[in-house]
């Protein structure tokens, strides 16, 4: 507190005229990578991950030329080209977006703390490892899987208004412009040796906790994409993917992503195996990445995912659960419940088409409590979700910037546990005390 207050003071004097509040900002914004790991051995402070997250307010960005193609005529000539303008510039700068010099992209903001937040190189962050049988048939080990996304300008528009105070989101009214366009890369630690597919694919290192020094590698598999398109009629949105396939021909790399599939809705009333009308799939892909036993489809009853996603569910429904705080009865997937019956009723809603800015479960609660709070949509963007939970995770475990009353707890975040001087901590809520482990990971529930 001091500290800060005496940098404040000290900047102001220098004639730099930074505010307090410019301070406590700074604090939510940089540095972008997970603090508790820290730099690895061998490097330093400067070669870290640097997020994007100038948001503009308003952008001159025209509209991505890809809403003139009617994705239900030609889906894969859609696809194609959100990859191609994903792509435009950003090949060139390996994904710094900073210095793309043809379109502006940007990073989702709180992404960072936790184990599973942005790595130190390329601001990763660690999601659900694919299981044994999942990535190829006959694969016997899992894998790790490391992810980062990217908005386009008129996506970022939106994250201009949730931070424009970057230590608390404003999460009303969240509805993100038409032709907005997101993508992911997705890599695994899996080799060519493990799965043939991934023969020549691009590498990255990641500060992924590997022996000796922290540093693995790490191969491309899978890109998504995600377009807000006014011609999606029951969601808004349209979703595909694209896999890695070594064995297509040619040198670059970057030419061997085939496209998977492209979605615009959930295909409520269509049980398996009935045909699917808002869910379009590459078949020639069966048995190279889905088709075996421990994976017969990539999405439930043939739905569009990716080799990465859990196969229960797919692209649009789990993104459709976007919200904050996320569902408590279904987080965002259908888990199973007891009786095959009861199975068939949650289906029918959780795959409901849920239109841009509307919300998938309205009454939730604050993870691992009691306490219902009125759910607030999210708009499709899971980056939202993940964000503000790990900054409420960082809040209730008291962990900076929010340890020392410097930043104010914000509003949209359970309010902390009160300490108690030279007494037990109190809480109201959630459970007993002796059972709570106040760590950022511990409040935050993964995605699986
Ligand atoms: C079971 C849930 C789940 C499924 C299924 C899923 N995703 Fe996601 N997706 C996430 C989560 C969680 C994030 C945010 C965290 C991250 O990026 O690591 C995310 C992030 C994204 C992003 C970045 C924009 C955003 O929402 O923040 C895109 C684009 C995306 N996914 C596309 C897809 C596509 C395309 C598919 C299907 C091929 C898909 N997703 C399937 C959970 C899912």
């Not at 419940?337 to 289906?347: I, K, S």
């Amino acid at each position: 507190m001091k500290l800060r207050f005496l940098f404040a003071l000290f900047s102001a004097s220098a004639g730099l005229f930074i505010s307090f509040q410019q301070v406590a900002n700074a604090a939510c914004v940089v540095p972008s990578y997970n603090q508790k790991r820290g730099i690895p051995p061998g490097f330093t402070e400067a070669q870290g991950f640097k997020g994007r997250f100038d948001f503009p307010a308003s952008t001159s960005e025209p509209l991505p030329p890809f809403l003139s193609i009617d994705f239900t005529q030609d889906w894969r000539a859609y696809v194609q080209a959100v990859l191609d303008y994903s792509f435009e510039g950003n090949i060139a700068v390996d994904f710094d977006v900073a210095d793309n010099n043809v379109r502006n992209w940007y990073h989702a903001l709180w992404m960072h703390p936790g184990n599973s937040g942005r790595e130190f190189l390329h601001g990763l962050t660690k999601e659900r490892a694919t299981d044994p049988e999942q990535l190829a048939e006959g694969v016997t080990k899992s894998f790790d899987t490391w992810a980062v996304g990217f908005y386009n300008a008129l996506g970022a528009t939106t994250f201009a208004k949730v931070w424009n105070d970057p230590c608390s989101p404003k999460i009303d009214d969240i509805y993100f412009p038409i032709g907005t366009t997101t993508f992911k890369l997705l890599f695994t630690t899996a080799t060519a040796t493990d799965i043939p597919y991934l023969a020549g694919a691009p590498e990255w290192e990641g500060d992924i906790g590997r022996a000796p020094n922290r540093i693995g590698k790490l191969h491309l598999y899978q890109i998504d994409i995600a377009v807000r398109d006014p011609r999606s009629l029951q969601t808004g949105w349209v979703f595909g993917t694209f896999v890695y396939q070594g064995s297509v021909p040619g040198t670059d790399p970057w030419k061997k992503l085939v496209p998977v599939g492209l979605s615009w809705g959930n295909d409520r009333f269509v049980p398996p195996p009935g045909q699917l009308r808002q869910n379009v799939l590459n078949e020639t892909l069966e048995g190279k990445i889905y088709g075996w036993a421990g994976r017969k489809e990539l999405g439930w009853g043939g739905r569009v995912n990716g080799p990465a996603d859990n196969q229960i569910s797919s692209c649009v429904s789990c993104h459709g659960s976007a919200q904050y705080p996320r569902s408590d009865d279904f987080g965002n997937l259908p888990r199973q419940p007891a009786t095959p019956v009861d199975y068939q009723r949650r289906l029918l809603e959780y795959f409901r088409d849920i239109f841009a800015g509307g919300v998938f479960d309205g009454e939730s609660r604050y993870f691992g409590t009691q306490t219902a709070v009125l759910a607030r949509p999210l708009d499709y963007s899971l980056q939202l979700q993940v964000g503000i939970e790990r900054m409420c995770a960082t809040v209730t475990a008291r962990e900076a910037p929010f340890n020392d009353g410097t930043v104010p707890v914000p509003p949209v975040c359970p309010t902390p546990p009160a300490v108690v001087a030279g007494g037990p901590e109190s809480l109201s809520t959630g459970p007993a005390l002796a059972d709570r482990d106040d760590t950022i990971d511990a409040l935050l529930e993964p995605i699986r």
